[in-house]
């Protein structure tokens, strides 16, 4: 099961922390990442941290935001600094396991004065 929480509604230029957790397994991920989709878009790849701790970001989130996790990937954070109403989505977690992936089902961020 993976789970994510901290979403919410802040105003432009601020900050909020989320976080990913999984549980029911002991295996460690490959990859955990976090995704967004806003209403009536695609979803996109907002950062990914590897089972060697490379981190990778989405254009638009470089140098805002910053992804991290245990060595297991059962628990991650993104920490997103300097928000902007473009960053309003639906912010999934994804882990990666050798032969299979799972999804939480997203919390809500909402960046508007």
């Known amino acids: 099961q993976v789970v994510e929480s901290g979403g919410g509604l802040v105003q432009p230029g601020g900050s909020l922390r989320l976080s990913c957790v999984v549980s029911?397994?002991?295996?460690?991920?490959?990859?955990m990442a976090w995704y967004r989709q806003p209403p009536g878009k695609e979803r996109e790849l907002v950062a990914l941290?590897?089972?060697?701790?490379?981190?990778t970001y989405g254009d638009s989130v470089k140098g805002r935001f910053t992804i991290s996790s245990d060595g297991a990937k059962h628990t991650g954070v993104l920490q997103m600094n300097g928000l902007k109403p473009g960053d309003t989505a639906a912010y999934l977690c994804?882990?990666?396991?050798?032969?299979?992936?799972?999804w939480g089902r997203g919390t809500q961020v909402t960046v508007s004065s």
């Open positions: 994804h882990v990666q396991f050798a032969r299979d992936s799972y």
């Open positions: 029911g397994t002991r295996r460690s991920a490959h990859s």
């Open positions: 941290i590897s089972n060697d701790d490379r981190t």
